[in-house]
């Protein structure tokens, strides 16, 4: 009898050590998965932040979610915010002269509640934009109409009558 306790005793001992490297390798194992998806997730967000025309049709809302959805994931969140950044500014300056004020607002709301002051945005992206130059080529033209018609476009756009008198002047250069 003492015998037969024993043993029973040893598998009983054994099979705890078993359990317990077993639980050891199912937790390691977990956290390498984890950790994998985790990677693996940022990557398709990323993927479908590059793929996506989100910015394009001035869906900022979308962008936000998926920046969030990255976030919780563990991804790089300057490099997220790099990317939609340039994405905007080009897509702002080109939708200057285009018929959607909508997504022309929702990109300046955008660079305004990212560090950009309504000065940067002119100086930067405005002025230099293929509708300024169309305001200055009406200008040099005498084309009252284009001229003034480009420059609505560029006051949808932000400009303020100094800078618009600037590229005015700038356009007999």
């Not at 476009?153 to 800078?163: P, V």
Request: aromatic fraction near 10%; hydrophobic fraction near 40%; charged fraction near 25%.
């Amino acid at each position: 009898l003492i015998n037969t306790n024993e043993r029973g005793r040893r598998k009983i001992k054994v099979l705890h050590i078993v359990c317990a490297i077993l639980f050891i390798i199912a937790s390691a194992l977990a956290a390498v998965v984890f950790t994998n998806y985790d990677d693996w997730k940022t990557a398709q967000i990323e993927d479908e932040l590059y793929n996506t025309n989100a910015i394009a049709k001035g869906n900022l809302d979308y962008i936000a979610e998926l920046r969030e959805e990255l976030l919780s994931h563990g991804g790089d969140a300057d490099k997220f915010d790099s990317y939609v950044l340039n994405e905007v500014k080009n897509s702002f300056v080109n939708s200057i002269g285009s018929d959607n004020s909508t997504k022309l607002y929702a990109y300046r709301n955008y660079l305004l509640d990212n560090g950009y002051t309504q000065d940067m945005i002119t100086q930067e992206l405005i002025i230099n934009s293929s509708t300024a130059y169309r305001f200055q080529e009406a200008v040099r033209a005498g084309n009252e109409n284009e001229a003034v018609t480009q420059l609505s476009y560029l006051r949808d756009a932000g400009i303020e009558y100094e800078d618009a008198n600037q590229l005015y002047k700038d356009a007999f250069r």
